[in-house]
């Protein structure tokens, strides 16, 4: 059998040093499906247990390996899986590229099974979308595919008709109307502001008294540039929820995440500044930076699509955020005074040891904050972080303490709920060396989690750490749209849709043939991280705790969070009353409902 346009696919997509692809089989997909068999080369094909599942796990694998994710489908249903896992990479700004099969040529346009109007289905997600409809086609349309995802950020699709796929392949020639392309690759480019705009930049910060920086993570290849500028400027460094991994949670002026999940130095950070610079970071919640008028600000963005949306900075700096920061380093005065620095240090010193005692608050029966903490001081140094959507990503914003090398993240700005434990397969695939932890509702869990441990047992063996940690947050309990309910609109919570069937999460994960470790008294937190920590293979963590543990936001204190607990345990109900006030007013005067955020 000759090369057919399946086998020239997975070549191309090799050439692009592409090592595995995730996805689902299907009669739209069966031509490259085949091809796969006929190969023992990479890319490897990763069998998810459902196409939204596969996207997601592109995702991950993009986010921690820095490479494009690439998933597949067939068509009909199939395509319409993957939006929400290819939504997430676009609001996210990750590189994924989707691969879709489709009717036969012959067919397209006739009501046929499974025929959807691909393209038109993929318009909004996707940076770049084509159907294929003759061989010589593809090696432009693979290519532009890959290299417009790296160069945006962004999800891509290129859509084959099945008949296609069988096709045999035959290149572009050199005639009038065909298309070809050049050897895969794509370095992207390193741009820096213009020098009269860094200077007006620099003006700005140099009169600031109270400097605050705010990062994402377009910082991420600039930590040292950003410290940098912390330690001439005297200023605290909030970060936004996709940035938590830039810079490490050790340093004394980072002061944490930042909005309703963030932490109180933060809040205090943007309410008090007279300067803000912001790099790398579209945190979408304006609440959460200063009051309009209260402070200068700066913005430095590789994408000018993306400057001044969420403040009105004076100055608005485009290229690459580490060479930029280069450029305007040296027009930076030190600051001598270091009395804002040192208010910086103590409040942040004050948060950890509040959110220490916070984790230590008794409940029934598990604090979930506990959880967390626990998990801190034992996190690997090369660890893999993911979080789903819900409470679990309020405390992962506020417990854990990053140190330098640990990476983590989760569903940003679409914060989808489901994508957590298939971020960590993906990490896998991407870092088969690191362990990885997903920390987890049982809502999440339930709706797509405990499907993918299959996935999980099925390709465990094959990497080189075998840890795959996920831990679940068994309150049995919609937990944060329980709270959003009761903080935001004042009701309390309707058991219908908010409570959860009983599943034994560690028994699922055993009758897998994985650990599975139940844990349901405080004492027992940390000797069961300890345990999966040191395992031989995956491990789920099946943590029974108090739903009536409220994410307070972060202007309130200690005592409040303690006699609000106590409150609520004894059924107490006035119990809710600061969380009717203290949700209701700052979160939506104040903060809004921020989630997350570049």
Same mark, same amino acid.
């Given at each position: 059998?000759?090369?057919?346009?399946?086998?020239?696919?997975?070549?191309?997509?090799?050439?692009?040093?592409?090592?595995?692809?995730?996805?689902?089989?299907?009669?739209?997909?069966?031509?490259?499906?085949?091809?796969?068999?006929?190969?023992?080369?990479?890319?490897?094909?990763?069998?998810?247990?459902?196409?939204?599942?596969?996207?997601?796990?592109?995702?991950?694998?993009?986010?921690?390996?820095?490479?494009?994710?690439?998933?597949?489908?067939?068509?009909?249903?199939?395509?319409?899986?993957?939006?929400?896992?290819?939504?997430?990479?676009?609001?996210?700004?990750?590189?994924?590229?989707?691969?879709?099969?489709?009717?036969?040529?012959?067919?397209?346009?006739?009501?046929?099974?499974?025929?959807?109007?691909?393209?038109? @289905?993929?318009?909004?997600?996707?940076?770049?979308?084509?159907?294929?409809?003759?061989?010589?086609?593809?090696?432009?349309?693979?290519?532009? $595919?890959?290299?417009?995802?790296?160069?945006?950020?962004?999800?891509?699709?290129?859509?084959?008709?099945?008949?296609?796929?069988?096709?045999?392949?035959?290149?572009?020639?050199?005639?009038?109307?065909?298309?070809?392309?050049?050897?895969?690759?794509?370095?992207?480019?390193?741009?820096?502001?213009?020098?009269?705009?860094?200077?007006?930049?620099?003006?700005?910060?140099?009169?600031?008294?109270?400097?605050?920086?705010?990062?994402?993570?377009?910082?991420?290849?600039?930590?040292?540039?950003?410290?940098?500028?912390?330690?001439?400027?005297?200023?605290?460094? $909030?970060?936004?929820?996709?940035?938590?991994?830039?810079?490490?949670?050790?340093?004394?002026?980072?002061?944490?995440?930042?909005?309703? @999940?963030?932490?109180?130095?933060?809040?205090?950070?943007?309410?008090?500044?007279?300067?803000? !610079?912001?790099?790398?970071?579209?945190?979408?919640?304006?609440?959460?930076?200063?009051?309009?008028?209260? $402070?200068?600000?700066?913005?430095?963005?590789?994408?000018?699509?993306?400057?001044? @949306?969420?403040?009105?900075?004076?100055?608005?700096?485009?290229?690459?955020?580490?060479?930029?920061?280069?450029?305007?380093?040296?027009?930076?005065?030190?600051?001598?005074?270091?009395?804002?620095?040192?208010?910086?240090?103590?409040?942040?010193?004050?948060?950890?040891?509040?959110?220490?005692?916070?984790?230590?608050?008794?409940?029934?029966?598990?604090?979930?904050?506990?959880?967390?903490?626990?998990?801190?001081?034992?996190?690997?140094?090369?660890?893999?972080?993911?979080?789903?959507?819900?409470?679990?990503?309020?405390?992962? $914003?506020?417990?854990?303490?990053?140190?330098?090398?640990?990476?983590?993240?989760?569903?940003?700005?679409?914060?989808?709920?489901?994508?957590?434990?298939?971020?960590?397969?993906?990490?896998?695939?991407?870092?088969?060396?690191?362990?990885?932890?997903? !920390?987890?509702?049982?809502?999440?869990?339930?709706?797509?989690?405990?499907?993918? !441990?299959?996935?999980?047992?099925?390709?465990?063996?094959?990497?080189?750490?075998?840890? @795959?940690?996920?831990?679940?947050?068994?309150?049995?309990?919609?937990?944060?749209?329980?709270?959003?309910?009761?903080?935001?609109?004042?009701?309390?919570?309707?058991?219908?849709?908010?409570?959860?069937?009983?599943?034994?999460?560690?028994?699922?994960?055993?009758?897998?043939?994985?650990?599975?470790?139940?844990?349901?008294?405080?004492?027992?937190?940390?000797?069961?991280?300890?345990?999966?920590?040191?395992?031989?293979?995956?491990?789920?963590?099946?943590?029974?705790?108090?739903?009536?543990?409220?994410?307070?936001?972060?202007?309130?204190?200690?005592?409040?969070?303690?006699?609000?607990?106590?409150?609520?345990?004894?059924?107490?109900?006035?119990?809710?009353?600061?969380?009717?006030?203290?949700?209701?007013?700052?979160?939506?005067?104040?903060?809004?409902?921020?989630?997350?955020?570049?």
């Amino acid at each position: 059998m000759g090369r057919t346009v399946g086998d020239y696919v997975l070549e191309r997509l090799r050439e692009w040093k592409v090592d595995h692809a995730f996805g689902y089989p299907g009669e739209g997909i069966n031509g490259v499906i085949a091809a796969f068999g006929r190969s023992d080369d990479p890319p490897r094909f990763v069998q998810s247990r459902h196409e939204e599942m596969a996207a997601f796990q592109a995702v991950g694998y993009a986010k921690f390996s820095g490479r494009p994710g690439v998933c597949m489908a067939t068509g009909g249903p199939g395509a319409v899986h993957l939006l929400n896992g290819l939504y997430d990479a676009k609001l996210d700004h990750v590189p994924v590229v989707a691969i879709v099969g489709h009717t036969a040529r012959t067919a397209i346009g006739g009501s046929s099974k499974q025929e959807i109007d691909l393209p038109c @289905l993929f318009k909004d997600v996707a940076a770049y979308v084509q159907l294929a409809t003759v061989p010589a086609q593809l090696p432009n349309l693979i290519d532009r $595919a890959m290299r417009i995802a790296l160069a945006e950020r962004a999800p891509t699709c290129v859509i084959i008709p099945s008949d296609l796929q069988e096709e045999p392949y035959s290149p572009p020639v050199h005639a009038f109307k065909n298309v070809p392309s050049s050897p895969p690759g794509y370095t992207p480019p390193v741009t820096c502001a213009p020098r009269s705009e860094i200077e007006r930049a620099a003006e700005v910060v140099n009169a600031g008294s109270k400097v605050a920086i705010l990062i994402g993570q377009g910082a991420r290849g600039a930590q040292d540039e950003v410290k940098e500028v912390a330690e001439r400027t005297g200023a605290g460094v $909030a970060k936004a929820l996709l940035g938590k991994d830039v810079l490490p949670d050790d340093l004394p002026y980072v002061t944490g995440a930042i909005g309703l @999940l963030g932490s109180r130095p933060s809040y205090e950070l943007m309410r008090d500044c007279d300067t803000l !610079l912001i790099v790398g970071s579209n945190l979408p919640y304006v609440q959460s930076l200063p009051e309009f008028g209260s $402070a200068r600000a700066v913005q430095i963005d590789v994408d000018g699509r993306m400057i001044g @949306l969420r403040y009105p900075t004076e100055v608005n700096l485009v290229g690459d955020a580490a060479e930029t920061l280069r450029a305007l380093i040296p027009l930076l005065r030190r600051k001598d005074g270091r009395a804002w620095r040192q208010g910086i240090e103590r409040n942040v010193a004050r948060w950890w040891d509040t959110m220490e005692r916070q984790a230590h608050v008794d409940a029934d029966p598990i604090n979930p904050m506990r959880l967390f903490w626990e998990l801190s001081s034992r996190l690997p140094d090369n660890a893999i972080v993911t979080a789903d959507s819900g409470s679990a990503a309020t405390w992962y $914003a506020r417990d854990l303490k990053f140190r330098g090398g640990i990476r983590g993240s989760l569903s940003g700005t679409l914060a989808t709920m489901g994508p957590g434990v298939p971020y960590a397969i993906g990490a896998k695939f991407a870092l088969p060396d690191r362990p990885a932890i997903a !920390l987890v509702g049982d809502g999440a869990m339930q709706m797509n989690g405990l499907a993918e !441990l299959i996935t999980v047992r099925r390709y465990h063996h094959g990497w080189a750490d075998p840890r @795959l940690i996920v831990a679940v947050l068994h309150n049995n309990d919609l937990n944060q749209v329980t709270w959003e309910l009761r903080a935001m609109e004042g009701e309390p919570r309707f058991d219908e849709s908010q409570l959860l069937p009983d599943v034994s999460y560690a028994a699922f994960a055993r009758s897998l043939g994985l650990e599975g470790i139940e844990v349901k008294e405080p004492e027992a937190i940390g000797p069961a991280w300890d345990r999966a920590l040191s395992a031989d293979r995956p491990v789920v963590l099946d943590v029974h705790v108090d739903p009536d543990i409220p994410p307070i936001p972060p202007h309130a204190e200690f005592e409040q969070v303690k006699d609000i607990v106590a409150a609520i345990m004894k059924g107490d109900p006035d119990a809710w009353a600061f969380t009717r006030k203290g949700f209701k007013t700052k979160a939506q005067e104040l903060f809004g409902r921020p989630r997350g955020g570049r």
